[in-house]
């Protein structure tokens, strides 16, 4: 029993600490970089050299994409539809995900794509699933031909600095949809890297991306002959109530049809991305456009996918008119700073950018109708406020300059070793067709001492790889689930809710994501953006279709590779709860199937927030 202190508490609770004073056995050793004690925001952790070296390797994310596929911890999507079951009665087959659609959809130069996947089981989803998105383009047309290659550092010493390599092209008919194609990844069957700009003859921006106003979002008035309207089956099924419009989609596809920038684009100089203050940071451009004799359709909100990454010309329409009219209100504003370079010693402007550029397009998925007010002849179908772009171009001319960044080059060559034999099974179908050639994808390329490009070969769109894990994306996804399968509660991630982070976006780099607080939360910079992404999940699937990626020369250290192997052995034993897991958790929600087309797509900000906002959880 306890001796009664007296209610003075403990008579020692004042008294020094012992000196230690023993010699037999040392402290324990801490890591070798500087990690304060005091983990408060804005505490500074400085790795060790070796340390970061392990970090920055790719090796460990190689190997486990190469074990992934070795242990088959992987399987085919399957279609997900509900009304269309996996399992197909005729054939008694499993049926796999494919779906068809349009890259850039609704511009002049829409590409066709189509879209398969795998499935990864992982602990760190709700849905205990990580998802691949392979977009392939069908028949592509070329974008240009490659006139010569800026790839000597002692030459173009500036753009070895700013680690962008320039690429003379000579333009075709198809050249102009370079401009809406930032961010893709552009091939000429061999080599492939990510578009990071693209420059004029004359060496200037041959687009300007603005962002609109939180502060003064976009908002659209639809304007349709009433007796045309009146007479459609989803009026007359209400009885003739145009009110029953209300939250329908309305899909207009002039909006990203080039238009000649007229008194309806005014620009301003001195505005801030949140008010109208002075800020010589960015322009404005204040729009109020009408437009008539348009095409238009009005869409049912019940679609298992959001309407933008379907081919919205194959889904059922309410309506359809081509003698409607729109008028169009927001307020965009340009981020200077991304052009300036490209004027030397000459202050951008407002008034620059206006005579710079001559067409402009609008970024603008199917918006919801917010209204319906019926006037005399017309009935006015009025929008929810939303964010969205408007992209301004400037003519191309019969040669360009695309611009890359230099940590995105890849070579896709097919597997010969040194003396040219092929050392793999040849493999064939069942009607006796040999399966493609086991190809090799070297990520380590030096754009500097490699050739890329070849000057024989057509740029095209490339195929696409795209994850939804947060390695691949940068981004964490949440959906609301309670439990980690129907059988037993572990836990809620709900409880991680992707709130803003020291990794977060600037306000106007972010945009529209901001609308998806809650649901997304992503750190993908534009230099990530712009590199050779790739992770695990993307590498087994590459090698599930004979394409066999490099293994990385950057090796971490021996001490990290042992932990790792140790690691990743548990992992791979683990693999077989998580896939049991996956299927019990996989009919979950369809988000993160849809962020991965989206990815592949290569939506900008106010497209995927959209997508992210439209999906049903």
Known sequence: MPRKQNGFGNASSFGFKKVNNKVDRSKSPGAAGLYPSDRTFGSTITRSAIEQYDIDSGWSRWRKGFEFYMRAAWNRLQRINPNFDPYDVTSEKYVDFEINTKLYQGTAGEINVKFDGYRFATTNSDTANHYVLVRTPVNPPSLGTVNAVQNDKLVYTDNFENKEIYVDINTTANSFMLRTMIGERISDGESEASLKNILTSQGKPSIYIGKSLRSKPTTIKLIIDKTALAASSVVQNAGGDFQVLVNKLAYVKEFYVEQTINSSFTFAEGSTYE?????????????????????????????????????????????????????????YVVDKNDYQKYFG?????????????????????????????????????????????????????????????????????VDYDADGSYNHERKYDASGTELALWKRLETDIDP????????????????????????????????????????????????????????????????????????????????????????????????INRIKTKEPDSYPSFATRSKFEDKLEQEINDVGDEITLSYERSDLSMIEIIFSMAEALNMDDAELAYVILKTEF
């Open 448 to 543: 500097w001492s490699s050739a890329v490009f070849n000057t024989s070969n057509p740029l095209v769109p490339a195929t696409v790889y795209a994850c939804s894990c947060p390695d691949h994306s940068h981004a964490q996804l949440r959906m609301p689930q309670a439990t980690e399968s129907s059988s037993n509660r572990k836990v809620n991630r709900q409880k991680q809710y992707p709130i803003p982070t020291a990794k977060s976006l600037d306000r106007f780099t972010e945009g529209a994501l901001t609308e998806t607080a809650g649901l997304m939360q992503s750190w993908a910079t534009k230099e990530y953006k712009g590199s050779y992404k790739q992770c695990k999940h993307s590498i087994a699937s590459k090698f």
């Open 275 to 331: 008010t109208f203050e002075g800020n010589e940071r960015f322009a404005a451009i204040d729009v109020d456009l009408t437009k008539t004799s348009i095409s238009v359709d009005l869409l049912d909100q019940n679609q298992e996918l959001p309407p933008s990454l379907l081919d919205i010309s194959g889904l059922t329409s309410l309506f359809s008119s081509t003698s409607a009219s729109y008028v169009i209100d927001g307020t």
């Open 345 to 413: 010693k000459k202050y951008l402007t407002a008034e620059v950018i206006e005579s710079e550029a001559t067409t402009a397009s609008f970024i603008i998925n199917p918006f919801t109708i917010k209204s319906v007010k019926e006037l005399n002849t017309t009935v006015e179908l009025t929008s929810i406020p939303f964010t969205s772009e408007i992209k301004l171009f400037v003519p191309l001319g019969n040669q360009a300059t695309l611009i890359f960044a230099q940590n995105s080059f890849t070579k896709e060559v």
